[in-house]
């Protein structure tokens, strides 16, 4: 009965160890919890609303039935619809972003650390790759009507190959899945990654860095914030 007993418990810890890897946002305890952005409380996501003060329009939003605008050197935008913009979706573990695209725009390689994605292309035609930790390059020409999924932390882009611009409608497994672009972060961080550092990263010379760094300066016009 003893062994039963131990192994039992031992089970039963593993367990408790080791979901929490498996899970992305914890799950919520009651009915909802609208964000409160005015709270000086600080905890993992938003303080909640008070259940008699949510409204309706806590629970609807029209943040994605629009795009935003292109116009910057990657030529996409990032329509982002999580827990900030939407009240609602505040520890419900849930998100969603519409990216547009210019004729030739990309989506840079990135990585979302939060959270593993969905996403749907509504319009265009666009390359999606994603890359494995082994280097492993999976990619397809995906057109309007065709999905992709996009493992949690895995380095990922989109491309529209055109004619014409494209849409994609992306879901998260996290209210603030996160972002991390390779191009940004490497080249345009505050404060800088030291230039020898990249040189010897790369296996070019510093002027070549200082080139590329030169063209991330205060940089914010990628237009995405978690796609």
């Known amino acids: 009965m003893n062994t039963i007993y131990e192994l039992f418990l031992c089970t039963t810890l593993l ?19 609208v964000a409160d952005p005015t709270s000086g409380i600080t905890v993992n996501g938003f303080a909640c609303k008070a259940a008699r003060a949510a409204r309706s329009s806590d629970f609807f939003s029209s943040a994605i039935s629009k795009g935003g605008s292109t116009d910057n050197p990657n030529g996409s935008n990032a329509t982002v619809m999580d827990a900030t913009v939407f009240p609602g979706l505040n520890t419900l573990g849930v998100s969603m972003n519409r990216v547009d695209f210019e004729e030739g725009g990309i989506n840079p390689p990135h990585v979302h650390p939060r959270a593993s994605e969905v996403g749907y292309v509504a319009e ?5 790759g994603i890359l ?29 190959m055109g004619p014409g611009k494209a849409t994609q409608f992306v879901s998260f497994n996290s209210q603030k899945p996160g972002i991390v672009f390779a191009p940004q972060t490497l080249f345009g961080s505050k404060p800088e990654i030291p230039t020898e550092i990249l040189a010897k990263a790369f296996r070019v010379d510093t002027d070549t860095i200082e080139y590329i760094k030169s063209k991330f300066q205060d940089d914010c016009s990628s237009g995405v914030e978690a796609a």
């Open 15 to 33: 367990i408790l160890v080791f979901l929490p890897c498996y899970q992305a946002d914890p799950d919520p305890l009651q009915d909802f919890c």
């Open 124 to 128: 265009g035609i666009l390359y999606v």
């Open 132 to 160: 494995s930790t082994e280097n492993k390059l999976y990619s397809k020409i995906l057109k309007a009507g065709e999905s992709f999924v996009m493992p949690r932390g895995l380095l990922h882009f989109q491309y529209n």
